[in-house]
């Protein structure tokens, strides 16, 4: 970030076209008021001692936020500051209204440039003339979903059909909810529920609401093209509408103005709730001050691929990027999105699952974000997997945008629904919207910038995560691997192989579990002597020998002292890609492949006497394309090793 400086504004005007900080300032926040430039604490001079030394009782100084907007003093229901926290200070009664905010964008192509419906929740009091910063809840579940049918997962990598005329002997064993549109539709309304709280606790506080339907979704006009650069100067536009810098209609067309906001405006949501904000905020569009993405997508590609391979979302086995554009096509004119739909079903690429344009124009970059991100993830979340948000938070602290990582051992959830964690994450999301939309120096910033919830329900808190003491250990695979080989931190023993035979209609639970199968390669280290922390992203390295290209599937377990193991991450990498995400390679039968295959990073404990294992597999029923059974994969023990990193506890 560029270094911070203190902007003087002219007393004739802020350049903003703010009003003039003239007073004191009378709220109970501390007596020493910090400069605030970039949104941090620049020195601890009082407002007072500034005004006097300005020789005329008002201050010059404007106190600019992240995104460059000033501060400025209420003049009416001054706000009260207790622990850094905005309390309750207005009555809690509400005006509700509705806008189409313009925008630059004409995702249809039908000639009308898109327009955005926001639905605005705003305190009473902004009609007797306070101001209010606003709270972003944006959403393409808004309209609820639109029927789609999966792609068929019953087939060969490279999409053909199975050889066999009756592919049932592949069908998926019966699953605890086997309809991924109504897992779908529950997740859709999860996400809509998990919002409510922030309306219900931040009106009386002094905030607006603003509900804005994403491209293409409910009110809003366009298509839902799904990350791309339209959808994110779509709703940038409703920020700037909200900043004073695009205009609104109503619903007789009349224009709209947002006059009751202070320009200072902030988004949460989870999953594609959680998505927008991202997007938004790799624009910096000015005004855009605070975010807080939970389980947010970063890149789609990583959302619907691994390493080459098409792979799902947990429980949407077959949805893909054209599945997801017509299930989200809920506005009046879904029929106007038929030819991009049409264009994402070619440029996916589901019969080689590789990299290209059309996922590059679907990947989130924070280089040019300023907004402070509040972010959280579960670490068991396999539908938005947690390097969505872990590689996000790590960019925004090395370009130096004040950002908080939250992990908790669950899955996609907001933190808010955690009993361990509701009364703290409150708390935090509380003190995030004070520092950065009300500019009240709380402290924040300084605050460790990693939570990660214990299995006891403590909260950990450290300077960053990985952490910083975690230490590269690698384990060798040895031993017979049908039955139970070995790992160890010594290169010694490494001889032989294990040779396995795909079936796709086998759980990777059943295959960690076993003691001896014909459809893995399993190895295990010795007992552990103290307990140990994986904080980060494991890593395997195998070699392979194909009868044809086939799924690769690794697993990094714990095993118990009974034999049984856990799942802690999951991998999955395609031979075809061994070089490239971008160019498929023709594998050919016998031939030698060394592959490196990245888990999902984990914040996990592995108690003492339990044992670290790996399992090779090839499809993997939750997540792959399901093959015919037969293809058979050799694993070479002197090419194969697992590298975690661990922290002795």
Same mark, same amino acid.
């Given at each position: 970030m560029k270094k911070n400086t203190i902007k003087k504004i002219a007393k004739e005007k802020s350049v903003y076209n703010k009003r003039r900080m003239s007073g004191p300032l009378l709220v109970a926040f501390s007596a020493a008021w910090p400069f605030i430039v970039g949104g941090q604490a620049y020195a601890s001079a009082s407002l007072a001692n500034q005004q006097a030394a300005d020789g005329d009782g008002a201050s010059d100084v404007m106190y600019l936020s992240p995104s460059g907007v000033p501060y400025e003093i209420p003049e009416k229901f001054l706000p009260f500051i207790k622990d850094g926290q905005i309390q309750a200070f207005l009555s809690g009664n509400r005006i509700t209204t509705e806008a189409w905010v313009n925008t630059p964008v004409d995702s249809d192509g039908d000639g009308q440039k898109d327009r955005i419906h926001v639905k605005i929740v705003r305190p009473v009091e902004t009609d007797q003339g306070t101001r209010t910063p606003v709270i972003v809840l944006a959403s393409p579940y808004n309209a609820g979903l639109a029927y789609s049918p999966n792609h068929n997962v019953n087939i060969e990598l490279d999409s053909s059909p199975h050889a066999e005329a009756d592919s049932q002997s592949l069908a998926q064993p019966a699953l605890e909810n086997p309809n991924p549109m109504q897992r779908l539709k529950a997740d859709a309304e999860s996400a809509v529920r998990a919002r409510a709280w922030i309306d219900q606790y931040f009106l009386s506080r002094g905030f607006t609401i603003v509900y804005a339907d994403s491209l293409g979704t409910a009110g809003s006009s366009g298509c839902p093209t799904i990350m791309t650069q339209d959808e994110s100067i779509a709703m940038a536009s409703v920020i700037k509408w909200l900043g004073g810098s695009e205009t609104a209609v109503d619903a007789a067309g009349r224009p709209i103005a947002a006059d009751w906001s202070t320009g200072h405006i902030g988004m949460y949501g989870v999953s594609y709730d959680g998505t927008l904000p991202k997007m938004v905020a790799s624009l910096a569009p000015r005004g855009l001050d605070a975010i807080v993405p939970i389980a947010g997508v970063t890149n789609l590609y990583g959302y619907y691929r691994s390493g080459g391979l098409v792979r799902a979302p947990e429980g949407y086995q077959g949805e893909d990027v054209d599945i997801y554009m017509k299930i989200l096509s809920t506005n009046a004119h879904p029929e106007r999105c038929t030819h991009l739909i049409d264009e994402a079903s070619r440029a996916q690429d589901r019969a080689t699952g590789d990299y290209s344009d059309f996922w590059a124009q679907r990947e989130i970059t924070p280089q040019r974000a300023v907004a402070p991100a509040l972010i959280a993830q579960g670490l068991t979340d396999d539908n938005v997997k947690v390097d969505q948000s872990t590689l996000w938070y790590q960019a925004m602290r090395d370009q130096g945008v004040p950002t908080q990582l939250w992990l908790h051992p669950w899955a996609h959830k907001d933190p808010i629904h955690l009993f361990t964690m509701t009364d703290a994450w409150v708390t935090q999301v509380n003190r995030w919207f004070t520092r950065y939309l009300l500019g009240v120096p709380n402290g924040v910033e300084t605050e460790p910038s990693s939570v990660i919830e214990q299995r006891d329900g403590t909260l950990l808190k450290e300077a960053s995560w990985p952490a910083v003491n975690a230490e590269w250990l690698?384990?060798?695979?040895?031993?017979?691997?049908?039955?139970?080989?070995?790992? &160890?931190?010594?290169?010694?023993?490494?001889?032989?192989?294990?040779?396995?035979? *795909? *079936?796709?209609?086998? !759980?990777?639970?059943?295959?960690?579990?076993?003691?001896?199968?014909?459809?893995?390669?399993?190895?295990?280290?010795?007992?552990?002597?103290?307990?140990?922390?994986? &904080?980060?992203?494991?890593?395997?390295?195998?070699?392979?020998?194909?009868?044809?290209?086939?799924?690769?599937?690794?697993?990094? =377990?714990?095993?118990?002292?009974?034999?049984?193991?856990? %799942? %802690?991450?999951?991998?999955?990498?395609?031979?075809? /890609?061994?070089?490239?995400?971008?160019? &498929?390679?023709?594998?050919?039968?016998?031939? !030698?492949?060394?592959?490196?295959? #990245?888990?999902?990073?984990?914040?996990? =404990? %592995?108690?003492?006497?339990?044992? %670290?294992?790996? =399992?090779?597999?090839? &499809? *993997? /029923? *939750?997540?792959?394309?399901? !093959? #015919?059974?037969?293809?058979?994969?050799?694993?070479? /023990?002197?090419?194969?090793?697992?590298? =975690?990193?661990?922290?002795?506890?």
């Open positions: 690698t384990f060798y695979a040895g031993g017979d691997g049908a039955t139970a080989g070995t790992l &160890s931190t010594e290169q010694v023993s490494r001889g032989g192989s294990v040779t396995f035979i *795909d *079936d796709a209609r086998i !759980p990777a639970e059943r295959l960690a579990d076993a003691q001896s199968d014909a459809h893995r390669g399993r190895f295990d280290s010795p007992p552990l002597r103290q307990a140990m922390r994986i &904080s980060g992203a494991a890593r395997a390295t195998v070699r392979l020998t194909f009868s044809k290209a086939a799924n690769v599937t690794a697993l990094l =377990v714990e095993r118990l002292p009974d034999g049984s193991g856990r %799942i %802690i991450s999951r991998a999955w990498a395609d031979p075809r /890609n061994r070089h490239s995400l971008r160019h &498929s390679e023709r594998v050919e039968s016998g031939v !030698p492949y060394d592959m490196t295959l #990245m888990f999902m990073p984990r914040d996990y =404990v %592995i108690e003492a006497g339990h044992r %670290i294992g790996l =399992v090779v597999m090839s &499809s *993997d /029923n *939750d997540y792959t394309l399901l !093959p #015919m059974a037969g293809t058979q994969l050799t694993l070479d /023990n002197a090419g194969t090793s697992l590298t =975690v990193p661990l922290v002795k506890l």
